[in-house]
């Protein structure tokens, strides 16, 4: 069953588990289960992604149960009235609070203006050893995409030496494969912890929060957050 956040006669959110995709993929053949076909079996009613998260990262996912509605708040993400959290676990200690303006290319070569902004949580240095150091360092940070580019979060973050935890391909190959061995880790360490809008219908101000996956909490635990 899924975790149903929020829901009323128009949208419906849920908090996405990590390694489920929203809907099929060329990309991700191998998947048999979409967030759009159990929420749907679940509440036994169509339902439309207004958004996305792709499919290592989990968290807030808002749904609508219309094609009028979903184009509504698909307007309302496009125009950047959507207010979205994010928190992370990534590598290193970073400052305080950084604004990442870094344009990012899509695949058919576009060029797109990205703009990421992040404050850090806390600190923490682990007791093990990592790409050469006697111990390791790593950042819980609060992040607040401005614009919504393909693993923009994953690809900035990347861009300024601060990889998130478990990614892949965009993160530190030789820090996944010790926190693997060490702690089993497999998951990406990004969560969507809040939508923030007005509702389309309305008018009224929607905020949707999420809590973090037992992987995350168990990451930082293991971290010692």
């Known amino acids: 069953m899924l975790e149903i956040l929020y829901q009323d006669e128009y949208l419906v959110a849920i908090n996405k588990p990590h390694g489920l995709l929203v809907h099929r993929s060329k990309i991700a053949r191998d998947a048999d289960e979409f967030a759009i076909q159990k929420l749907r079996n679940q509440i036994d009613q169509m339902v439309y992604p207004a958004h996305r998260l792709d499919r290592k990262t989990s968290g807030v996912i808002l749904f609508a149960l219309s094609k009028e509605v979903n184009s509504l708040m698909q307007q309302q993400f496009m125009n950047h ?35 990421t902004k992040f404050v850090t949580l806390q600190k923490t240095e682990a007791n093990f050893p990592s790409n050469g150091f006697e111990t ?67 008018s009224k101000e929607v905020t949707i929060s999420g809590s973090i996956s037992e992987e995350f909490a168990g990451m930082k635990e293991n971290l010692e957050f």
Do not use: W
Not at 86 to 108: F, N, P, Q, S
Not at 169 to 181: A, D, M, R, S
């Open 81 to 115: 009235k959507v207010a979205k959290k994010y928190l992370a676990i990534v590598r290193g200690y970073t400052e305080d609070a950084v604004t990442i303006d870094y344009d990012l290319k899509r695949e058919d070569g576009k060029v797109q203006n990205a703009i």
């Open 136 to 202: 390791s360092r790593y950042s819980l940070i609060e992040i607040s995409p401005q614009t919504g580019r393909f693993h923009q979060i994953r690809k900035h973050m990347a861009h300024i030496r601060h990889p998130i935890v478990g990614d892949r391909p965009h993160g530190c190959n030789k820090q996944n494969k010790t926190l693997l061995e060490r702690f089993n880790l497999s998951s990406m360490m990004l969560h969507a912890v809040e939508l923030k809008f007005d509702h389309p219908i309305t």
